[in-house]
Structure formats: structure tokens, C-alpha cells
């Protein structure tokens, strides 16, 4: 059996006497992208924070490739785990590249060979090399929080940890963000372990998922496994609650409707624009516009009858 990069062996959580955590057991294997869902207080960012020591469990072991956290130096167990965090936190008063850079610089890898680094993982997000040289109040939402997944990933760690990154940003710049990680994870084959609230991203990202509540771990599973076996009422209810299918539900032909569509006559170059049909959802739509500028909309004639951008669907879902 491989061994579990990450293990939890019977930990529990206490702050001031009172247990946040539980007696939890969990494995986590090599190149997984694991996902940790659960509500407000469900005790999934504590369990996170204890992977890289940010906090010590009251009693059990975590254990990173097999060995204690607490027996190693901090630096050398924080060089192997990149962390990404809601609020993105780049260093304010540095450039792009010298964010990026930090932990190569504290690895003492020459100038030359980071230089290098930070072009080759600016093209990796989609960003020009101009960027280098931009100060963090430049920079969009979704742009910074690139930045903070770079700065995560340029010292090559084996292990990533993400505490609800995307839940500040629009649906846009998530949807974005989300196929961005995917593309990474793929590419560095690393081991991820992510936090959300929402059942859509965790069943979007997660090669297993594993669902708190109060503390305790409910069930650890694919998202095939927990969507047709909940282990109880709680983790049935909880998908439900998270209403994860509603952007499945809500149709372009609604999205016409409520008057976002945007007429021919404003779009000066309409060629090679993908396109979708009235029938369509619209997850459809999003997902079409992570990668392009611009979808059209295909009528009943098979004749475009307008276009959709990044402005109208944030308008429109700004109304629902």
C-alpha cells in the first residue's frame, strides 16, 4: 500500500478546554487533491493549519511523509508545503516578482534560475512578463490570488494546502481559478488539500472528498461515492443546502429574459466567437468564458442573436 503523504492518527483540538477536533484518523496519498468541506466551525481549517504547524494538536500525531511535524525544523517542513489563503495576503510593498520569489530566495537558488522561475509560471497563469514588475494594489481580485498560487507553488513544494481561495472572488474569477488548479496539480503532480464551504467546489476539484461536522470527519469518499452513498442525513442535506446544481438550472433563454444579452450591432468582431444555445445553462456559459472573452448565443435559426461577456453575466448574476 503507498504511504500516505499527510496521516492523521487519533487527533484531537483544543482551545481552551474546549475540543474542536475529535479523534480524527485520515490518509491522505501522494498526487490526491483532497478536499475538506464542511460548514462555519466544522473544524476543517484547523485541520489544515495542523499539517504545516500553524497550530499543534492537543494529542494524537500528524504525520507528513511519515514523520511527526513536531520532529521536524519548521523551515525545512514549510519548504514542502505552500499555502494559499483567502485573503491572498501578497506582501503589499513588493512587485509581483519579488512575491513570487520568496521562498526560492530563502532556498538560495541563484538569480538566474528565479528569474527564470518567475517567467515561466507567469505564462503558466496567463500573464504577460509585465506583470513582474506590478505592485499588488494593481492587480484585480483574481489576479493577485494567481499570484498567491504562484508564490505557493515556486518553491516546488510537494504539498499544497488552500484554505478557501477563491470564496472572496466572482463567479468568474472562481470558475477561472478553479481550472487554473486543476492545470497545475496535473502539471506538478503535487499533493493538494483544500478547504471550501461550497459542495460544487469540492466536487468540482476533489479526487476524494472528506465532510466535517462539530469536529468530527462524517465520511471520506470520491464525489461519486458520497453523492449516491451519503453515510447520513447531515451529508445528504449538506449537498442540498449548498444548492452545488443551481447554475445547472438557470438557462440562457432566462438570462435573455431578465435583458443581459448583448445585441449584435455592439460587438465589432464577432469572428470565431464560441457560441451556446438558448437550452443551454448557465455553468455552460461560465465555464466557456474561464478561457474567452466573449460566447454568443445561437437562435432558433441557428443565426446568433446576441453575445454574452464577462460584465453582462456578472450583472445578471448580481440579481439573483
Not at 501522494?30 to 466551525?41: A, M, R, Y
Not at 518553491?155 to 463567479?171: C, Q, T, W
Request: no cysteine; net charge positive; glycine share 6%.
Amino acid at each position: 500500500m503507498t504511504q500516505p503523504v499527510i496521516e492523521f492518527k487519533h487527533v484531537v483540538k483544543s482551545f481552551d478546554g474546549h475540543p474542536v477536533i475529535t479523534d480524527l484518523n485520515l490518509k491522505i496519498i501522494p498526487g490526491e487533491f483532497f478536499v475538506l468541506v464542511g460548514s462555519s466551525g466544522s473544524g476543517k481549517t484547523t485541520t489544515l493549519k495542523m499539517i504545516n504547524r500553524l497550530l499543534q494538536p492537543s494529542d494524537g500525531e500528524v504525520l507528513v511523509f511519515g514523520k511527526n511535524v513536531r520532529d521536524y525544523s519548521l523551515p525545512k517542513l514549510r519548504w514542502q508545503i505552500g499555502y494559499v489563503l483567502q485573503q491572498i495576503a501578497l506582501f503589499p510593498t513588493m512587485t509581483v516578482a519579488k512575491n513570487i520569489s520568496v521562498v526560492p530566495e530563502m532556498q538560495h537558488l541563484p538569480t538566474k534560475q528565479i528569474h527564470q522561475l518567475i517567467k515561466r509560471l507567469l505564462k503558466e497563469v496567463g500573464l504577460d512578463q509585465s506583470y513582474r514588475f506590478r505592485l499588488p494594489n494593481e492587480l484585480s481580485g483574481g489576479q493577485q490570488q494567481r499570484i498567491g498560487i504562484l508564490r505557493a507553488l515556486a518553491g516546488n513544494p510537494a504539498i499544497v494546502l488552500m484554505d478557501e481561495p477563491f470564496s472572496a472572488l466572482d463567479p468568474l474569477a472562481r470558475e477561472s481559478l478553479q481550472q487554473l488548479v486543476l492545470k497545475l496539480h496535473h502539471q506538478y503532480h503535487n499533493t493538494i488539500v483544500f478547504v471550501t464551504h461550497d459542495m460544487d467546489e469540492a466536487l468540482r476539484l476533489g479526487d476524494r472528498i472528506g465532510i466535517m461536522k462539530n469536529g468530527k470527519l462524517l465520511q471520506v469518499g470520491s464525489p461519486k461515492v458520497i453523492t449516491n452513498n451519503p453515510t447520513n442525513q447531515f451529508v445528504a442535506d449538506f449537498f442540498s443546502k449548498n444548492n452545488y446544481s443551481d447554475l445547472n438550472k438557470i438557462l440562457v433563454s432566462q438570462v435573455i429574459e431578465a435583458g443581459f444579452l448583448i445585441t449584435p450591432k455592439l460587438i465589432v468582431n464577432q469572428r470565431n466567437v464560441p457560441s451556446v444555445e438558448k437550452t443551454s445553462n448557465l455553468k455552460e456559459v461560465l465555464r466557456i468564458l474561464a478561457s474567452t472573452a466573449l460566447v454568443g448565443v445561437i437562435g432558433t435559426h441557428q443565426e446568433t442573436i446576441g453575445f454574452f461577456n464577462n460584465e453582462s453575466i456578472i450583472r445578471f448574476l448580481s440579481t439573483i
